[in-house]
């Protein structure tokens, strides 16, 4: 045991000492970070890549973080960067187009959902943090142990580009998204409720004349999502679960095809598309974690529950994790006293919604998805949508949901 010990001091290069590690720098990690620095906290902060450009990372910031960011004194600052506006949720379908949520009526000072490329939005954070001289951010780290005494998680082993270190804290913060790390080493087993589909994720070019924002397109067994990132078109193309070998076998053109009669503004652009390679294919997921934490260790966002892409909400319902979790625990970790029973009290604040939002999406995915996948006829809106549309006091519920969540939460000062 002794040269196991002896061993283990001779490849550590260094032990980090902090008062909370972050593992994962995706926006609920870098929130959580910026929300405990500007508190007084000293955060460590781990990041897996090099770099924070990822393809697949969602680019909406829905009106309840723009207010907790205008809260900081940061929202004016981040829309100075490129980005478009989204004050309305819109549907084509047979007949024309359907607003599925109003954001434009909401009484907030950011009516609308802010499209960001989310690279940006996490440098934009990173930059901010870099002036509290108790925020550290590595890159290149590849937390692969959890750190334990008597029980109680006390850090991270961490592979780095030049060696191996640890990081100890009171606190761990698993904050490193769907395929959470963390989660796996801890030994938590989430809940799966896993979505009737998949998606094909592709980008075609935008033209200045094109239209702009987020919207999608139902048609006949035919869903469709165009996210505008200025420079191109990010088109989600849904599937059936577990059907892309199929889809795949009636060819490219088949594909081509398909766009160009759903998109008939992209139909002289799906040329761009020559190859299987240029697709990638996202594994739809929605599950939780029955438990969020364990002694000296808590886990967040995506690495807590992963959110189907209804709605656009996992972002957004990652950094209320972050805002509530540093409304719990900043007090707590600047005097050294955070308990388990804290940890346990971030979860009961934020599980309930956390269900809510979850069970919310399997209704719309029974009614609108499934029925347009499987469906033999042209997707026509749910009675219930259309009538709730036409109800004053009903008809931003949709918007209030997408945009606050089922329990809208508030960052305290």
């Known amino acids: 045991m002794q040269q196991e010990m002896q061993k283990q001091v001779h490849v550590v290069k260094q032990r980090i000492h902090t008062t909370c590690c972050i593992v994962g720098s995706g926006p609920a990690g870098m929130v959580l970070a910026l929300l405990l620095v500007r508190k007084g906290v000293p955060v460590t902060l781990l990041e897996a890549h090099m770099d924070f450009d990822r393809e697949f990372r969602g680019d909406t910031l829905h009106p309840s973080v723009m207010e907790m960011l205008d809260q900081l004194g940061l929202a004016e600052r981040l829309l100075q960067l490129p980005h478009t506006k989204m004050p309305t949720l819109d549907f084509e379908v047979a007949g024309g187009t359907f607003t599925f949520a109003h954001f434009d009526e909401l009484k907030t000072k950011y009516p609308y959902i802010t499209v960001i490329a989310q690279a940006r939005f996490l440098a934009f954070l990173a930059d901010e943090m870099q002036r509290y001289p108790h925020f550290k951010l590595l890159m290149g780290a590849q937390v692969d142990q959890l750190l334990e005494e008597d029980g109680r998680v006390c850090g991270v082993s961490y592979r780095g580009p030049d060696g191996r270190y640890e990081v100890r804290a009171p606190l761990t913060v698993g904050a490193d998204g769907r395929f959470s790390r963390l989660r796996k080493l801890a030994g938590f087993e989430p809940i799966n409720t896993s979505p009737p589909m998949d998606i094909l994720w592709f980008r075609l070019a935008r033209k200045a004349d094109d239209p702009r ?11 469709i999502a165009l996210i505008d990132r200025q420079e191109y078109w990010q088109i989600g193309y849904v599937i059936p679960k577990g059907s892309y070998q199929r889809v795949r076998a009636q060819g490219i053109a088949s594909l081509r095809q398909a766009i160009a009669e759903s998109i008939p503004f992209l139909a002289e652009r799906v040329d761009e598309l020559v190859d299987w390679k240029q697709v990638a294919v996202l594994s739809v997921e929605s599950n939780r974690l029955p438990r969020w934490y364990r002694p000296g260790l808590l886990l967040i966002g995506d690495a807590a529950h992963v959110m189907s892409p209804i709605g656009g909400v996992g972002i957004n319902y990652a950094i209320q994790d ?19 029973r804290d940890l346990a009290k971030v979860q009961r ?5 956390v269900r809510l939002i979850q069970k919310f999406q399997v209704v719309v995915q029974n009614m609108v ?3 347009t996948l499987q469906g033999d006829g042209t997707f026509q809106v749910p009675l219930f949508l259309r009538l709730l549309d036409r109800i004053p006091k009903l008809r931003t519920l949709p918007a209030r949901v997408i945009g606050f969540g089922v329990i809208p939460v508030r960052f305290y000062t």
Not at 214 to 221: D, K, Y
Not at 349 to 353: D, N, P, S, Y
């Open 213 to 223: 924002g987020v919207f999608g397109r139902f048609g006949q067994r035919r869903i």
């Open 369 to 371: 998805f499934v029925k």
């Open 322 to 340: 972050a805002v509530v979790a540093a409304n719990v625990l900043s007090a707590k970790l600047r005097k050294g006293e955070v308990q388990t």
């Open 349 to 353: 604040r934020r599980e309930l919604a």
